[in-house]
């Protein structure tokens, strides 16, 4: 079994200080996609630089205190790409991919975060044109290599994947053109959502993010922002998913999911 990990930190330093390592090492993972780190490389100690007992890539974001991805595993990859191209959004920090290949088979294990809309309209059109770019970069992708791109993409799917879908549908994360992005992931592009196809109608056992205003951990009003993103051969290798919320490292809680695979 291949045990895969994602997770937003939401800031690599404050996870840590709430015992993310302590439980990423009790998980045994294989890998640990994780987003929005808030720090430079020069802000990694080695307590940092390796979690869970797994050793760290990152792509950090120019702008200090912002941003940023990084994939701790526990297999030496065989190349590593930091950003997928998009000058704008490279600058930002928001995907690394690690590659396993061998002479029988290419993979990919990518760690993403997608832009948030939700502090403005010149935001809101900063993720658009995000999408527009990463949409094409996936499907070339796919014609050479299986992958599973982990990550917070920001998006609520379906109504089944937030509480109070009726109020929010002219919000960021919950628009019809972010929705309709996600349709043509899956039924042009031919990605998985790998979550949905283990859990098909679950609803509020799905969440992985909650806002920090009122009660919304307490009452469970939450968004289903954070993905497995496959190919189907990897997708379908896929066998157990768990969102874990007995602790909290971040607004976001660890998506796991085992597939029948080796890297």
Same mark, same amino acid.
């Not at 404050?14 to 015992?19: E, F, I």
């Not at 975060?113 to 970069?137: I, V």
């Not at 972010?178 to 859990?199: C, F, N, P």
């Given at each position: 079994? &291949?045990?895969?990990?994602?997770?937003?930190?939401?800031?690599?330093?404050?996870?840590?200080?709430?015992?993310?390592?302590?439980?990423?090492?009790?998980?045994?993972?294989?890998? @640990?996609?994780?987003?929005?780190?808030?720090?430079?490389?020069?802000?990694?100690?080695?307590?940092?630089?390796?979690?869970?007992? *797994?050793?760290?890539?990152?792509?950090?974001?120019?702008?200090?205190?912002?941003?940023?991805?990084?994939?701790?595993?526990?297999?030496?990859?065989?190349?590593?790409?930091?950003?997928?191209?998009?000058?704008?959004?490279?600058?930002?920090?928001?995907?690394?991919?690690?590659?396993?290949?061998?002479?029988?088979?290419?993979?990919?294990?990518?760690?993403?975060?997608?832009?948030?809309?939700?502090?403005?309209?010149?935001?809101?059109?900063?993720? &658009?044109?995000?999408?527009?770019? !990463?949409?094409?970069? *996936?499907?070339? *992708?796919?014609?050479?290599?299986?992958? @599973?791109?982990?990550?917070?993409?920001?998006?609520?799917?379906?109504?089944?994947?937030?509480?109070?879908?009726?109020?929010?549908?002219?919000?960021?994360?919950?628009?019809?053109?972010?929705?309709?992005? !996600?349709?043509?992931?899956?039924?042009?592009?031919? *990605?998985?959502?790998?979550?949905?196809?283990?859990?098909?109608?679950?609803?509020?056992?799905?969440?992985?993010?909650?806002?920090?205003?009122?009660?919304?951990?307490?009452?469970?009003?939450?968004?289903?922002?954070?993905?497995?993103?496959?190919?189907?051969?990897?997708?379908?290798?896929?066998?157990?998913?768990?969102?874990?919320?007995?602790?909290?490292?971040?607004?976001?809680?660890?998506?796991?999911?085992?597939?029948?695979?080796?890297?």
């Amino acid at each position: 079994m &291949f045990k895969l990990i994602t997770l937003n930190l939401n800031g690599v330093r404050s996870a840590s200080r709430k015992g993310v390592d302590a439980w990423l090492s009790k998980s045994k993972a294989h890998c @640990i996609c994780v987003q929005e780190l808030k720090a430079q490389k020069d802000d990694l100690d080695e307590s940092l630089s390796t979690l869970g007992g *797994l050793k760290g890539y990152f792509h950090f974001a120019e702008k200090k205190g912002y941003s940023g991805v990084g994939i701790y595993s526990k297999h030496e990859p065989s190349d590593i790409n930091i950003g997928f191209g998009n000058a704008e959004f490279d600058a930002e920090g928001r995907y690394i991919e690690l590659r396993f290949d061998t002479p029988k088979q290419k993979r990919s294990i990518i760690s993403s975060y997608f832009p948030s809309g939700s502090s403005g309209e010149e935001r809101q059109e900063a993720k &658009f044109r995000f999408l527009e770019a !990463m949409g094409p970069h *996936l499907a070339n *992708l796919k014609k050479t290599r299986d992958f @599973i791109l982990c990550g917070d993409i920001n998006i609520a799917h379906k109504e089944i994947d937030l509480k109070n879908w009726r109020s929010n549908q002219k919000n960021s994360g919950f628009l019809p053109e972010e929705r309709t992005w !996600m349709d043509k992931l899956i039924s042009e592009i031919g *990605l998985a959502d790998v979550y949905r196809q283990l859990h098909p109608q679950t609803t509020a056992d799905c969440y992985t993010w909650w806002s920090n205003r009122g009660q919304a951990w307490a009452n469970n009003v939450g968004w289903r922002l954070d993905y497995h993103l496959a190919t189907k051969v990897l997708a379908d290798s896929a066998k157990t998913s768990t969102v874990y919320k007995e602790e909290r490292f971040s607004d976001h809680a660890p998506l796991t999911i085992e597939y029948e695979f080796e890297i």
